[in-house]
């Protein structure tokens, strides 16, 4: 039967084991348990810094819960393996660095033309390469969105604390359930072994989704079509009775592959595109401080974002009139409200732990007469307030 965390007997379990109060404990920890509450009973993965504390978390607790934790041989295998078990109906996840980040894309790929729900948490560290391995980074911002190859859409959430991993590590197993698509967590190396307060809640305050299955045998002879019209057809999972074909090559609704009709492709992959953009309520999320008459604007995104917010409360002191943009959902990016704020903005401010990612995004959305500047860096230490302060100061 598919597993589920909300189910009685799972929902007694994880009330006598996580009591709700407020714990001290690793971002990396956050995740784990963020993942479990969610109902997540299945994790394959690799150990690669600086991720490998979610893998000791979810092999240590998965057990407790009648949950499967394996240890793959690489990270290729680990995602394979996500992807077969979700198809018999677990929540899956896995995480990793940037290193195992690139050997996952082609599978990732293959996720995302199945449509088969899963989460891979990208705890990012400095590269190109090995890089800094035990440093934290923000540069995998575009391996996300285009990582693997042809036309495909995907979601990607980026926490901005240990408590926001907690919280988005569950929204974004609802999403992937919701759209049957794999969602990518950009989390960072620093957030990652920041030991925080973090407050665990009742499990009854956390919103559950599940994936939709097949209402009859009609609906299940068609895996990839889409009877409801939202463009999420439900799943089938093997070991149901079902007849089920999966491929990553192009197929039909039926699952049976078709690589030679230009129609079969062109209508399977618009489909696939069009449940991520016709369904922006299911995942889009931002925050905002101070925007409403901000002069300077702020974009920032995960670790980066609380310096941020820090240098633009302490603009504000000195009467600067400048405010904050946190995309919480990254990839879709929120073009719309992006739009909207850099219309009213003098200046934009992009900060980040790279050279110069998301910044390229917020290009797409500014007028010519905005001035659009990037506050970068690199070597695996994080942007501090006076830093980006300094920022603000120079443009106001």
């Not at 809640?201 to 009877?227: M, Q």
Request: aromatic share 8%; net charge negative.
């Amino acid at each position: 039967m598919i597993i589920r965390g909300n189910e009685p007997d799972q929902i007694r379990l994880i009330k006598r084991l996580y009591k709700p109060g407020n714990y001290f404990m690793q971002g990396n920890e956050a995740v784990a348990y963020g993942a479990l509450f969610a109902g997540c009973r299945f994790y394959a993965g690799y150990p690669i810094t600086p991720s490998s504390e979610i893998a000791e978390t979810m092999a240590r607790e998965l057990p407790k819960l009648g949950g499967y934790y394996l240890q793959m041989e690489d990270e290729i295998g680990s995602i394979a393996a996500m992807v077969g078990a979700s198809w018999t109906g677990f929540k899956v996840m896995t995480a990793t660095a940037g290193p195992g980040f690139s050997l996952m894309q082609e599978n990732l790929g293959y996720a995302v033309m199945t449509e088969t729900p899963l989460v891979l948490v990208d705890v990012q560290r400095s590269g190109p390469s090995t890089g800094q391995a035990t440093k934290g980074a923000q540069g995998d911002f575009f391996q996300a969105r285009w990582g693997t190859h042809g036309d495909h859409p995907i979601v990607a959430v980026s926490p901005t604390s240990g408590q926001d991993a907690f919280w988005e590590t569950i929204r974004a197993f609802n999403i992937a359930e919701k759209l049957r698509t794999p969602v990518v967590v950009l989390f960072d190396g620093v957030l990652a072994h920041t030991r925080e307060q973090i407050k665990i809640p009742d499990v009854s305050e956390v919103e559950i989704t599940y994936r939709k299955l097949p209402e009859n045998e009609e609906e299940a002879k068609l895996p990839f079509g889409d009877p409801h019209g939202d463009g999420v057809p439900p799943m089938p999972l093997f070991g149901h009775g079902y007849f089920t074909h999966v491929t990553g090559s192009t197929h039909k609704e039926t699952g049976l592959r078709d690589v030679y009709t230009p129609e079969v492709h062109d209508k399977l992959v618009r489909r696939i595109h069009h449940k991520i953009e016709k369904n922006r309520e299911v995942y889009e999320k931002y925050e905002e401080h101070f925007t409403d008459d901000a002069e300077i604007l702020v974009v920032s995104w995960g670790v980066t974002a609380r310096p941020a917010l820090g240098a633009v409360l302490r603009a504000k002191e000195e009467g600067i009139k400048a405010g904050l943009f946190v995309p919480k959902t990254v990839h879709p990016f929120p073009a719309e409200r992006m739009r909207e704020l850099a219309k009213k903005a003098r200046t934009i401010l992009v900060a980040e732990m790279n050279l110069g990612q998301m910044i390229i995004e917020v290009e797409r959305y500014v007028n010519d007469d905005v001035l659009l500047k990037g506050v970068n860096k690199i070597g695996g230490v994080p942007l501090t307030v006076e830093e980006i302060l300094r920022e603000i100061r120079g443009v106001a």
